[in-house]
């Protein structure tokens, strides 16, 4: 269960109740206060702002318990999560102040026209002279924004937002949140190209399956900057780096493993792919209809694909009939669809991987009792497999060394390196990837992405540190 935290203004008639009989009210019904704030104090009545913690679910009755109380008068309840998305979550500084108009005639016209010039006489001055070598697009259509779907392009925003605050947060990288009102293939590749000159990268986010496979493969042939597909890479890489190290925690190889991947949209395309790589014998593909089975027919392709593995399974059924046995499951479909008796009839040790955003395929309350390592895409649980382990420390690495593209030897690099930073001594079933607050893993990403970069000749800078 997540929690959420809300600020409850509160008036209190004196004559009717006291601080004690609101703070019982709020305890009874579930909350948690962590801290009060006089704001109007008074003989014969005050106002006070609560905070309380509570789980989602139970935040209508904290708030009711205290509407219905004689003597409490409600002014407000404000959710913190709606309040730090206020006004949004970046915003766009200058470099340096314009003072008078000295400066003005520099940084803008006349002087400029002599850097619009050079530029044009020489395009990779454009890395050196403008902000592209440091920006970063984050483009959605808002189609598929975490599990919750089609949402469109203005309810995308605050995801995008808060991956452009990762980017600059977490690796220094500017990055610019783009939600596109279109649903058109042709006319998103069209207008991410047309706008392409200002940025050093693509990053493509939440764009449903399959047109993000035939967006991103286009856009990758045609620019010449890396135009990489978060949902499905980056979840891939992260995926690889929590698997290598749940192995090590139940000591099973990866060759011997089977493994349930739930999800085949732009995710769980990315990660069978990417399991395949990493020397996964036994994969069981599936999505709504069921399993993906090796010689079946599939209208779409990647599907197909899958179904043309020798690795793949040839025997087909539902999610809880093929899940009995496996060795792991990885969840990147939808919250909810499986129970602690699908957990306990897995193989020995189990390694759950239940990473559908924001409610996990299992929860944690019916998963933990049966697996020996359970992980989730979010923040409040332990083992938080999210591909913001990815994106800030690749990006920054193929910036650094201006890579051409993001080829398959970076992001396996980049997975390794995310694993590497839980040491041996470490590693256990609740800690088998590291916190995204653990400053080593952007330095770490970065280091594996510019020397694979250099090493694959997709490079086209070595920068200082690796001269
Ligand atoms: N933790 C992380 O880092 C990440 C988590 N995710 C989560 O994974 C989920 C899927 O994301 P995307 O691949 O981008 O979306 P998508 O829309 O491309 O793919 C979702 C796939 O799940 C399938 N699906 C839906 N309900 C299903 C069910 N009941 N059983 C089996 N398959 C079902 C759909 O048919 C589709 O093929 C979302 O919940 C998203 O939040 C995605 C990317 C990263
Ligand atoms: C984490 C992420 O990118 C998603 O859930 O879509
Ligand atoms: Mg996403």
Redesign the pocket.
Known sequence: MANTSIILRVELDHAKVTFGDVAAAISKSGGDITSIDVIRPGKDSSVRDITVEVVDTEEDNVVESLRKQDGINLINVSDRTFLVHLGGKIKIQPTLPIKNRDDLSRVYTPGVAKVCTAIHENPEKAYSLTIKRNTVAVVSDG??V????DVGPYAAAPVMEGKAMLFKQLAGVDAFPICLDTRDTEEIIRTIKAMSPIFGGINLE?I??PR?FEIERRLSEELEIPVFH???H??AV?VIAGLLNALKVVNKRIENIRVVV????????SICKMLLSAGVTKLVP???EGAIVRGGTYEHEMWQWLADQPQVEATGGT?KEVIKGADVFI?????N?LNGEDIRGMGPDPIVFA????VPEVSPEEALPHARVYA???SDFPN?????LVFPGLFRGALDCRARCINEPMKLAAARAIASVVTGGELNELYIIPSIFNDQVVIEVRKAVVQTAILTGVARRIPKDFR
């Open positions: 189609t598929a975490l599990g919750l779907g939440d449903s399956s993000c978060d949902d499905q980056g979840t992260v739930n999800g085949i949209g732009a995710a769980g395309v599936v999505d709504r999610l969840g990147v479909s939808r919250g669809l990473m559908a955003n924001p989730t895409g979010r938080q497999i999210n591909n913001v």
